[in-house]
């Protein structure tokens, strides 16, 4: 049942503090299970309701990005770093993990537009819980130049390869400040054909 205003969490951080307001956990009433061979009680339905605050700390920045059409990596510039010096990092990384000094950000929307490539991918034709992509999903492993890493995403239109060059598209309307703000599609698909909400 969708939620009316008084039924939902909000939460904003005022003076560096976090300050909910309205309703986190929903009580409804739970329900027997009956053995209807027996006639006697097995259980009972545990309805919870409840709104999480998960908080985004030193990631918040790539999340804000999506919704600006940018996708924003990390990269270790410490010149000390024995392995990783100028490694870049997609998925964000905030800590190197070779010499565990602080990242610093690295604007990765250009050499993804003009190099990301599918890796590897699987589709999904049945997901789980709370699933918000629509099905069949299309999970792709995504290859950039000169980054070390490989990113999970998904592709909004045609069907993945291996070897496919993709381009990033973004939820710049509306966006939901989650990962599936960010999604691919083969280079060259028209703009008529990106899901609603979504930009180059
Ligand atoms: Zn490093």
Redesign the pocket.
């Known amino acids: 049942m969708p939620k009316t205003e008084n039924e939902k969490g909000y939460v904003n951080i005022v003076k560096g503090r976090y300050k909910p307001k309205g309703k986190f956990h929903i009580i409804e009433k739970n329900q027997p299970i009956f053995d209807k061979d027996t006639g006697k009680l097995a259980g009972v339905t545990n309805p919870r309701d409840m709104t999480y605050i998960h908080s985004y700390g030193g990631e918040a920045i790539f999340f804000e990005s999506l919704g600006k059409g940018k996708l924003i990596a990390t990269r270790?510039e410490?010149e000390k770093?024995e392995t990783?010096?100028k490694s870049i990092f997609m998925p964000f990384r905030i800590y190197?993990p070779?010499?565990l000094?602080k990242t610093n950000l690295y604007d990765l929307t250009e050499t993804a537009r003009k190099t990301a490539k599918i890796h590897s991918y699987i589709i999904t034709h049945r997901s789980g819980a709370f699933n918000m992509l629509n099905k069949p999903i299309k999970f792709i492993n995504v290859e950039f130049d000169g980054v070390c890493t490989i990113l999970m995403s998904y592709l909004s239109y045609g069907d993945p390869e291996i070897g496919m060059r993709v381009v990033p598209i973004f939820k710049t309307k509306d966006p939901t400040y989650t990962i599936i703000d960010l999604s691919f599609v083969p280079e060259g698909t028209p703009e008529s054909k990106l899901p609603e909400g979504f930009t180059f």
Do not use: G, H
Request: proline residues 0%; aromatic residues 12%.
């Open positions: 270790c410490n770093c990783a010096y190197c070779d010499c000094r």
